[in-house]
């Protein structure tokens, strides 16, 4: 079993910044990509960055400049740095780790509120 637990989430106001964080623990032999997805209420869930085991990075459009992705492989970790944070960002941030035998794995989610 590979438990993805992540935190950070909260609720702040337009302009300011959250880090996110992503532990992956259990049977994992190997991790390649990590990443985050986020869904809006009434919407589906969306791409918003990965970054590789080689440290190679690849964020969407409307989060590029303002989220960075960074992982630490030694402690199975990813984070999401979000600054300059907007109302529309607003969402459940998911952390995705693509595992052993290139299997996913989501975990359960962290809220984030972007509201004055």
């Known amino acids: 079993q590979v438990q993805l637990v992540e935190s950070g989430g909260g609720l702040v106001q337009p302009g300011g910044s959250l880090r996110l964080s992503c532990a992956a623990s259990?049977?994992?032999?190997?991790?390649?990509?990590m990443g985050w997805y986020r869904q809006a209420p009434g919407n589906q869930r969306e791409f918003v960055a990965t970054?590789?085991?080689?440290?190679?990075?690849n964020s969407a459009d409307s989060v590029k400049g303002r989220f960075t992705i960074s992982r630490d492989n030694a402690k199975n970790m990813v984070y999401l740095q979000m600054n300059s944070l907007k109302p529309e960002d607003t969402a459940v941030y998911y952390c995705?780790?693509?595992?052993?035998?290139?299997?996913?794995?989501w975990g359960q989610g962290t809220q984030v509120t972007v509201s004055s």
């Open positions: 995705k780790v693509i595992g052993t035998y290139y299997r996913p794995y």
């Open positions: 259990g049977s994992i032999l190997r991790i390649y990509s």
């Open positions: 970054i590789t085991s080689g440290g190679s990075t």
